[in-house]
């Protein structure tokens, strides 16, 4: 059985013992996973839209960079591949909640002092931030991801170690 996520306390108090929903504006209610459904998952990120993007190293490689993060929208009808799954999501290695673009492959976090507890008092300004690319009403950035998250080429042997970028 996998481990549990390292999730912030008022998230896991939100979403004990059941699953949970938010109104997310125009996209109107999504479903929350459940706190035993959370797990960790490595995100494909691929910057495109970001400032930052035409300085990746493997910006035309095909491959993407293995992000871990902890999906927390259910997504239809695959729950963790279709939108809006990954909508909101927690970074366990940043310590900060964000969105992850499924179209684009760019991974926007959040403020450092946005907590659970904003998001699910007032969800709509995050998600008119999130689909903005930073431009709305919440203050974010795009995750930069090397040369901390390992770069997985688009050759890679299954379970082969991911290119870390180090010599």
Not at 93 to 102: A, I
Not at 110 to 128: C, G, K, Q, S, Y
Not at 141 to 158: C, F, G, I, K, R
């Amino acid at each position: 059985m996998a481990e549990a996520p390292d999730i912030p306390d008022d998230l896991a108090a939100f979403l004990r013992d059941r699953p949970r929903t938010l109104d997310a504006g125009h996209y109107e209610a999504v479903t929350l996973f459940a706190l035993v459904e959370l797990r960790a998952e490595m995100l494909e990120v691929t910057p495109n839209m970001a400032p930052f993007a035409r300085d990746d190293p493997h910006r035309y490689d095909g491959g993407y960079y293995a992000v871990p993060a902890v999906n927390l929208v259910r997504g239809d009808p695959r729950p963790s591949v279709d939108f809006p799954a990954w909508l909101f999501l927690w970074l366990p290695d940043q310590k900060r909640f964000g969105s992850f673009d499924l179209d684009h492959g760019d991974l926007i976090m959040f403020a450092p002092e946005v907590r659970w507890a904003d998001i699910a008092a007032d969800p709509e300004p995050f998600v008119l931030a999130s689909e903005s690319g930073g431009q709305g009403p919440v203050p974010t950035e795009y995750l930069q991801p090397w040369p901390q998250y390992p770069y997985v080429a688009p050759d890679a042997e299954p379970g082969a170690a991911p290119d870390t970028g180090r010599m």
